[in-house]
């Protein structure tokens, strides 16, 4: 529904960032779900987890709320850490910070948005902020990675 909201302003700027956006999120989803779906034969855990790491794959730049997710998903929020971190490496917080500093390095290289429109649209409240967070984990400043 979303790709084909953004098609019908394909002419305006940014829009086939929107589609291409679009069309990662869904690929990554089938990622996902098929790798999880391999892990969930032999194991409940991942079956429970599998509809919350979906939902936050696909909206990670919402910064969700993981105790409000956990209750809508019918578990507590331990018990969804518990399962969460026996399918993953990494918490769930450390998971969305990846995936949206993933999709802000996406949108340095193949878009021309501004520095402060990638922050904003990737969940980041502060341009400063994301700065920081992306040279912790790239090495370099945003607009350095641009300019590559």
């Known amino acids: 529904h979303e790709i ?3 098609c019908k302003t394909i002419r305006q700027p940014g829009s086939a960032d929107r ?22 034969a032999g194991n409940g855990d991942a079956s429970a987890i599998y509809p919350i790491a979906s939902y936050l794959d696909l909206h990670f730049a919402e910064n969700p709320d993981m105790e409000e997710i ?3 998903y019918g578990m507590s929020y331990r018990s969804f850490l518990r399962k969460w971190n026996r399918l993953f490496d990494k918490t769930p917080a450390v998971y969305l910070r990846e995936r949206q500093l993933e999709e802000a ?5 193949e878009s021309d948005l501004k520095i402060y429109e990638i922050a904003n649209a990737c969940g980041f409240d502060s341009v400063s902020y994301f ?8 090495g370099v400043t945003p607009l350095s990675c641009r300019r590559k």
């Open 105 to 109: 390095r996406r949108l340095l290289e």
């Open 131 to 138: 700065n920081r967070q992306f040279r912790a984990a790239y």
């Open 70 to 72: 956990a209750q809508k």
């Open 4 to 6: 084909f909201q953004h």
């Open 19 to 40: 589609i291409d956006a679009c069309c990662m999120r869904l690929v990554q989803e089938i990622q996902l779900s098929a790798s999880l779906h391999l892990e969930s």
